[in-house]
Structures are given as structure tokens and as C-alpha cells.
């Protein structure tokens, strides 16, 4: 592979400018090793005291990526501009993928992602559990799918399965457009069949989180007590409408004001939006400083929550990861995720970085370079556990969420 077109791919998911200085740090792709992870690494003090006072039994990564073929009949689908030559960024963008999640088999993908995510798992204590993410399709305003906006199909119904099929190791999270003709009635046979929230990522998906055609299905999940876990800031990762101020924090007040809890997406850490507070023409703000000014009114404490998904990324971390360290209100507001596979992708963290910064020390990164060769699930893990800024750290609470995801109401 060509150091030119790695660098366009990663630079179709976010990794520009001052992060290009950090690589290879270790290499370009995952090695992928079939060996589990070194009994001297697990029993690390690094891995141990990052769970002290967590309780596995508590701990539900709550954005673990679902992605699939479509082999086997799981129905999961990619667009085929994914795999096509003429379209190298996402091409590239799905080897990527691939490797991060060690998924080299074209006739059984599905069935192998899921069991090299059980392998990685078994590596973590007994009743840690990992919450699938769905994915729906792009729709338009009259309720229409568009296929070929849509970057890839996740159903809820291979979740459910995938969930039920292992119910000691995996939750599952919906994923239903808004716009749908049929979507309070596919929200509430969710919530019947066991999700525990629903995801949104309007970008690539093509739903204004703060347009009216959302009403409906606002007032069904309030009803329901389902909440949304909703991307906000730049969309980088996933190809598909492109409708970037869809991403705006601010547009996620209308379901708030709704009584919706809303969970934002790694806290919105990435790129600028319109003021909207302000008005359509207001000046432009960072995202992540959107979404804090929200976390900050007392009306939203109990709806408006954050995921720390993706925030030690190489092009998010500085310097969003300070700002919710210390912000010690906040941390029973924060909900852990690893984005998985992301944290398998080599380049999208420098672990030099956060050394640079402060966030972890030199004898700290050697340990986290070697955890994340084998279990990207701990080492996203471990790294979030181990990180300072101002001798304060995010603590136990992100990483106990498992009674924030409650069962939602069926009546």
C-alpha cells in the first residue's frame, strides 16, 4: 500500500496537519496476532489498577460498531463504493476497517468479526459488556431510503440476534431514521425486543436532528425513556448525505426541550459550527465548545450526557481531553465507548502525543503500545484509565454505565 494513498484515507477520516507529524508511530496497520494478549501485559499494574473500583459487571461500552457483509443472511450491507477502485478513499477507508478489526475473510466477515470482537473480549473480566450499534440507512424528507447516499446497513434485527445469541457479552442500540413512515412503530418494537438506545450519526444518515419531521419520534422515545446516542462536531469517518451542520450540538436542543436523553457522540470534539443560540447567521464556534455550553444549563443535567468515544484520537484529543478531565461535574455525565474497531487503526493515535501533552507518561505509553497490538478494546480501556491532566482523571463513573442504560418502558 502507498504511503500517498494512506495518507488520502486517513485524511477522509480525520487525521490532518499537526497529527501527520506524530507518523507511523507504530506502523500502519494492525498486526493482527492470533496469539491473545501476553499474560505479563494482562497482569500489568497499568491493567490492574485501571480496575480499581470499576465493577465489570457494570462496565457497557456503549459504541462498539456492528459492520457486515451481508453474508451469511445477517442482511448487514456495504456500499459497493466501498469496494470499488473508483472510488479509492473509501476503498481505502474499508481496508482500513478491515485491519482494524482483523477481518481478512471475504466469504464469512461477518461471522469473523464478531469472533475476533469475542476474542478481544475475553480478555476483559467476566460481565464486562460491549453494546452493538445498529446502523440505518439514509433517508429523505418524504420518508424515502436512499440507497446510494447510504454508506453502510447494520438491521436492528442482526443486533438483536447477535445480543440475544450471547446475552452475557453483548447489549445492543437501535438505529431507526427519523424521517421513516414507520418509525415510532419500528422504535417501539425495539424497545419490545431489547435495545437500550438508538443511534444516529445525521451526517452520513441524513436526518436534521432539529427539524420538526423529528417530533414524532421524539415524543416516543420520551415516552419510551430510550435514549439517543446522537454523533455531533465533523463527520469524518462515514461517507453518505454529507450534511455537515446537521452535526451542529446546538440542533440537539429541540429533542432535549422534548425530554429525550441525549447522548452526544464523542462530546462533539471535532470541528466548528453555526451559533445557533444566536441565530442561523451567528458566528461560527467550536462544537465541542457548543456542546459545553449546554452541559452547563441546569435544565439539561439530567438529559444531555456525552460519550468519551474517539477522544484520545489523534485529532481530537488536544485540547478537548483536558477540558473533560477536569471538569470533574461532568464525569457522572460521561459514558464510556471505544468506537470499536477504530481503536485497532494504528495511525489514528499517538500515544507520543499525549506524552507531548502531559496526559501520560513515557514508561505509561510503552505498556499502552504494546496492549494495543493485541486487545484494541483494552487498550482503549487502559489508555482513558491511565490519563492526567492536572493530577485529575476521568475516575470510575464513565466506565460504570450500565445503570444509565436502563430498560426503556413497553407500555
Known sequence: MKRRHILFGFAAIGLTGAGLRYWPEDGFLNPCPEAPLPRVLLDHTLVRSAWDGVDPGRFWDCHVHLIGTGDGGTGAWINPQMESLAHPIQRLQREFYLNG???????????????????????????????????????DEAGERQLEASAFYTPDAYAAAISKQYPSRFEWIASIHPYRRDAVAVLQEAARNGARAVKWLPAAQGMDPGSPLCDPFYEAAAKLDIPLLIHAGTELAVQGGNSEDYGNPLRLRRPLNLGVRVIVAHCASLGSGTDLDIGPDGPSESNFELF??????????????????????????????????????WHSRLLNGSDYPLPGILPLFSLKLLVREGYIKEPEAEVLSSIRRYNPLL???????????????????????????RKPATG
Not at 485529532?315 to 461535574?329: D, S, T
Not at 487498550?379 to 485529575?392: E, P, S, W, Y
Request: glycine fraction near 6%; include cysteine; charged fraction near 25%.
Open 292 to 329: 459545553a455550553r449546554m452541559m452547563q444549563e441546569p435544565r439539561y443535567e439530567d438529559l444531555l450526557f456525552g460519550d468519551i468515544s474517539a477522544v484520545t484520537q489523534i485529532n481530537r484529543a488536544v485540547p478537548v481531553l483536558g477540558e473533560l478531565i477536569k471538569n470533574i461535574q
Open 379 to 405: 487498550f482503549d480501556f487502559v489508555l482513558k484509565r491511565t490519563l492526567r491532566a492536572g493530577g485529575i482523571g476521568f475516575g470510575t463513573a464513565p466506565f460504570q454505565t450500565r445503570n444509565f442504560f
Open 101 to 139: 478489526s482483523c477481518n481478512f475473510d471475504t466469504d464469512r466477515a461477518d461471522r469473523q468479526f464478531i469472533e475476533r470482537l469475542i476474542w478481544v473480549q475475553d480478555q476483559m473480566p467476566a460481565g464486562a459488556k460491549l453494546m452493538l450499534l445498529a446502523f440505518d440507512h439514509h433517508y
